[in-house]
C-alpha cells in the first residue's frame, strides 16, 4: 500500500471509529451490520450504505480485508443487518468477481459517493437473508 493510502486509511477509519460510528449506530433508521468479533466474540455494530434485493442484502466495504468488520465476517461469517430498524439474520460473502465500482451505482447515492471518494480497496458483499 503506497504512503497516500496508508495515511488517509488512518485518517478516515480513525474519524469513523471516534466520531463517525459512534453518531451513526444510534440514529434508529439507519443500516447497521453487526458482526461477531474475531478476537472477542462480542457483537460489533458498524453502520454501513447497502440495498436489499429480494433476499440478499448487497454493500460494498471501502478497505476490504483491511476493515475490522471484514475480518470479523472472514472468522465468522453469520450477521446480522438492520434495514429501516428491523433486524435480519443471514450470512455474508465477499464478492471478489463483483465490479464493485458498478455495484455502487446500485446502491444508497450519499453512501456510494463516500465510499468511492474515500476508499480504496473496494470489495463487494452480498448477505444472504434467512427471515
Given at each position: 500500500?503506497?504512503?497516500?493510502?496508508?495515511?488517509?486509511?488512518?485518517?478516515?477509519?480513525?474519524?469513523?471509529?471516534?466520531?463517525?460510528n459512534?453518531?451513526?449506530?444510534?440514529?434508529?433508521?439507519?443500516?447497521?451490520?453487526?458482526?461477531?468479533?474475531?478476537?472477542?466474540?462480542?457483537?460489533?455494530?458498524?453502520?454501513i450504505?447497502?440495498?436489499?434485493?429480494?433476499?440478499?442484502?448487497?454493500?460494498?466495504s471501502?478497505?476490504g480485508?483491511k476493515?475490522?468488520?471484514?475480518?470479523?465476517?472472514?472468522?465468522?461469517?453469520?450477521?446480522?443487518?438492520r434495514i429501516?430498524?428491523?433486524?435480519?439474520?443471514?450470512?455474508?460473502?465477499?464478492?471478489?468477481?463483483?465490479?464493485?465500482?458498478?455495484?455502487?451505482k446500485?446502491?444508497?447515492?450519499?453512501?456510494?459517493?463516500?465510499?468511492?471518494?474515500?476508499?480504496?480497496?473496494?470489495l463487494?458483499?452480498?448477505?444472504?437473508?434467512?427471515?
Amino acid at each position: 500500500m503506497s504512503r497516500y493510502r496508508e495515511i488517509k486509511f488512518r485518517t478516515v477509519t480513525s474519524f469513523q471509529r471516534r466520531i463517525g460510528n459512534p453518531l451513526l449506530t444510534r440514529l434508529p433508521q439507519q443500516t447497521l451490520l453487526e458482526t461477531t468479533g474475531r478476537k472477542s466474540g462480542l457483537p460489533r455494530r458498524t453502520p454501513i450504505g447497502g440495498r436489499r434485493i429480494g433476499k440478499e442484502f448487497w454493500f460494498v466495504s471501502e478497505y476490504g480485508d483491511k476493515s475490522h468488520y471484514v475480518r470479523n465476517i472472514q472468522a465468522h461469517p453469520q450477521v446480522r443487518v438492520r434495514i429501516r430498524g428491523r433486524w435480519y439474520v443471514g450470512t455474508a460473502h465477499p464478492v471478489p468477481q463483483d465490479d464493485a465500482r458498478a455495484r455502487l451505482k446500485t446502491l444508497p447515492r450519499l453512501n456510494s459517493a463516500a465510499v468511492r471518494a474515500l476508499g480504496t480497496n473496494l470489495l463487494t458483499f452480498r448477505v444472504d437473508l434467512l427471515d
